[in-house]
């Protein structure tokens, strides 16, 4: 099964027990540097950050391999007069015309990770523009056979790769199997 068919798949589940998106715990806890502007949420689901920032008064785009996905956030910005752009993107296509031309206030990513991805994020963000991030990551005391450890950050891992940035947030939490980064990039 390709990517875009098992996303849609796992969307589709999702919708039906979905009563409304809700965004990152971290991110919201965050909100206060959340000021507006531009924001990028890539493979941004069923849009629970989007939806949030877009309240946060950013003009947001959205980008997910799964149509389902972004047909359910068109429709979500439109009943709710959002400004977000949703459109279908394969983040794993690294000459995508996303990357070209844009450069953004904040860039989200929850709980997907390509490590490709990290050197073009750092040129999509405007000086002194904020990146978000939680995934999974290989902790010692968790275990989570449902995710390969391919889709797993090292230990400390973003602090490695965003270390000369200024973090404002990091945590690894074992008990959860997740690390959570939140910085800002130098002017």
Known sequence: MDSKTKWNLKYKE????????????????LSDY???????????GL??????????NYQVQAVDISDVAINFIREGAAQNH???????????????????????D????????????????????????????????????TNSPSVSNQYK?????????FGDWNVLFFEESEHEGRQTIFCQRKC
């Open 14 to 29: 999702r919708m039906n027990d979905l009563k409304k998106p809700v965004p990152n715990t971290r991110l919201k806890y």
């Open 34 to 44: 959340l000021k507006g502007g531009t924001a990028l949420d890539l493979a941004s």
């Open 47 to 56: 849009g629970g950050n989007s939806f949030f920032l877009a309240r946060m």
């Open 82 to 104: 959002l400004k977000i752009q949703a459109q279908i993107c394969d983040l794993t296509d690294l000459n995508n015309p996303i990357w070209a031309s844009h450069h953004y």
């Open 106 to 141: 904040v860039v989200v990513i929850s709980y997907y990770l390509d490590r490709k991805l990290f050197p073009i994020v750092k040129s999509l963000i405007k000086d002194g523009g904020y990146f978000f991030m939680e995934t999974f990551y290989q902790s010692p005391g």
């Open 153 to 161: 950050l090292q230990p400390n891992e973003l602090l490695a790769e």
